[in-house]
């Protein structure tokens, strides 16, 4: 684990907060951070910008638990709660808002610093697949609006669907941009002139 994370803990009760502090201190030296008060807790998140967060509830409900992980912003850091006990409404909820690891009374000192790891390892797999699924998504969408002016070109010139490719190739070329953009424009141009 690298030792110059920023930590964030949130936590309102001070033993418990010590707990996490003393966990993560035995596992390596962190720049911990200790909020105890969620008023604000978003905007003193972003002021922070820890690597990770840490939220420790004694008794979650979906409603605290939605709230605390939107404003701990579990896409852009990873976030592991500890809980004392849960119920499957709260675990969903967790599930749900993105958050990288939820433990079930699993607040001991020796086990939080697998858990960060965890949270982290987690944490940047989801971020490489959400990458992975936006670049699909993207090409999927590009795909279809050359597919698009392809069929725009072969029905309007009476040209096969080589020829209609080559067309669109050349003049993404000639022009340097790419083909996409050049397809983006005959399907804009059609659908005007349509």
Known sequence: MVSELKIAVIERDRE??????????????FKVSVL???????????????????????????????????????????????VDRSDH???????????????????????????VETAIARFHLYSRMRAELTATKAALAERKTIDRAKGILMKSRGITEDDAYAMLRKAAMDQGRRIVDVANAVVTAAEFLG
Request: aromatic share 2%; proline share 7%.
């Open 16 to 29: 418990r907060a010590m707990l996490i502090v003393d966990g993560l201190k035995s596992a390596g030296d």
């Open 36 to 82: 105890g008060d969620t008023v604000g807790l978003a905007r003193r998140l972003s002021e922070l910008n820890p690597d990770v967060v840490l939220i420790d509830l004694e008794h979650p409900d979906r409603d605290l638990l939605e709230e605390l992980a939107l404003a701990s912003s579990p896409l852009e850091r990873p976030v592991a709660v500890f």
């Open 89 to 115: 409404s709260a675990t969903q909820a967790a599930i749900e808002a993105g958050v990288s690891a939820y433990v079930v009374d699993g607040l001991r000192p020796d086990r939080i610093k697998p858990i």
